[in-house]
């Protein structure tokens, strides 16, 4: 049984300091309510700190947005691996679909993905296809974002590793239309059938496969029974409080998803 992961990703949010640590502190409240599931914290890189001071020796976890592949040296405006290690942070995202529309190339995320693992950080890989065509071209489009991200990553190291399925197509304003939990439970059969192929079924089962895409309090419930998933990467609906809380007790309420076998 894989523990449920709710993470969630500020992005460039809240426009204050104050605001961070307001909601921070708000959900921290209810954290003691949220069970087994596992919730992490992605704030802004600049309020890491403030935040950690508030969720520590809480349940909740701290999380990055994005990492450098890079360990040190001339790399103006980045944060490295070992920074973050330093500044307590657990959870690092990695390739998700805004980085990747800023050039972000399939070598850049591996690398990010062997630096946040090697410091036995766990690394949320990001994966989706831009474009649902009939054909069903964006399976092998997937499939080569999988193996790509997660090239040179041994076994041993899967244990820190979390796959988070965002389809881009679905997503925001100009998305045609919402994802159906039907196609989110193809979509994780498919994952867990690729992590098969490159480590074994022993160890394809026990990598938690999340989803991130416009999940509100409406839909969470379906896209975990229906959708077969372990959790939720959840972006604008986690800068309420109430509603992103509402979401974990959801979640922990409605028991863990059986694993469909592949």
Known sequence: MIQKILIANWKMNPSSLAQAKALVTEIKKASKVFGES???IAPPTIYLGEVQKIIAKSKLLLGAQNVSAEKEGAQTGETSAGMLKDAKVEYIIIG???RRAKGES?????????AVTDLAMTAVLCIGERIRDDEGQYFEFLHGQIKSGLKKLSPKMTK???????PIWAIGKDAKRAVRKEELHEMTIFIRKALLE???KSLAYK??????????????????HGGMVDGFLIGRASLDA???????AITKS???PKIVKV
């Not at 990598?207 to 975990?224: R, T």
């Open 38 to 40: 596992l919730v992490v």
């Open 96 to 98: 998700h679909s805004e």
């Open 106 to 114: 399939d070598e850049v995320i591996n690398r990010k993905v062997i």
């Open 160 to 166: 820190s590793l979390v796959i988070a399925y965002e």
């Open 198 to 200: 490159l480590y074994g």
């Open 207 to 224: 990598i938690p496969v999340i989803y991130g895409g416009s999940v509100d309090l409406n839909n969470v419930g379906d896209f975990l």
């Open 242 to 248: 109430k509603v992103f809380t509402e979401m974990v």
């Open 254 to 256: 409605s028991g863990s």
